[in-house]
């Protein structure tokens, strides 16, 4: 689907993608949180709808291209949860009790998996590359546009899963949409003031304009008294 819907071929072998998708569809998430899912989502799911975001963004943002290398963007998109694929890690949702507290040492396995990944890569300036695209994702550098853009296309692909098939506000009593409201504007707000920060203010003004439709759906889903909370990391 990434080759024949979006363009996208990842410069491995074709054996190794082949393991690698299906690594990735072997990772659910969503799981062991404090909530319940009703739809089943894998790292594979998670990657293709970062990827149509992506597209929705590049359709809805044209001069953001200027700011920010979509090629590159598209590799970190990819690989940015290869180190989940080992058996020992896994996805860490933020539904968790305990979160925070095992949040450092679960990152910590996570990149070491993800090294040992890479090690499966023969050639020697593609598997550099790779550890360089996925140091960059792991780092989130305030003056990395690429390294930001992932960071907010996957927080926001969370967000639209998350609302609509994992807390939709439809059948959440107040005080638990302020809840799930909260941490989606916490873990927004960082790649999205950084990112408007970056780029142009061409790109800063298409940029708000399609998050502002982004909330909109959100809104839908039952949270329309909150969805100011969201619209305010835009000011």
Known sequence: MLEREL??????????????????HGVLRWK???????????????????FFILSDINHACPTLSLDVDIPTTQHMIYIHDAGETDRRVGDLTHGRDDYETIYPRWK????AAFRLLTRRIEDPDIKFEARKL??????????????????????????????EHVFNGQYLKEEVRQTHMHRTVRLLSRPITTLLELVSPPAQSELRDFLR????????????NEIANLNAILH
Not at 108 to 111: A, I, K
Not at 135 to 161: H, P
Request: proline share 4%; charged share 35%; net charge negative.
């Open 7 to 24: 363009g996208y071929k990842p410069p491995i072998p074709e054996d190794l993608q082949r393991q690698y998708e299906t690594a990735l």
């Open 32 to 50: 062991n949180g404090n909530w319940a899912d009703n739809v089943y989502e894998t790292d594979m799911d998670h990657v293709l709808r970062m």
């Open 108 to 111: 910590n396995r996570e990149h």
């Open 134 to 163: 996925y140091r960059r994702c792991v780092t989130k550098s305030e003056d990395d546009n690429e390294a930001q853009l992932t960071d907010l296309i996957d927080k926001l692909q969370g967000a639209r899963f998350g609302f």
């Open 213 to 224: 439709s982004e909330f909109d759906r959100f809104a839908e889903c039952g949270y329309d």
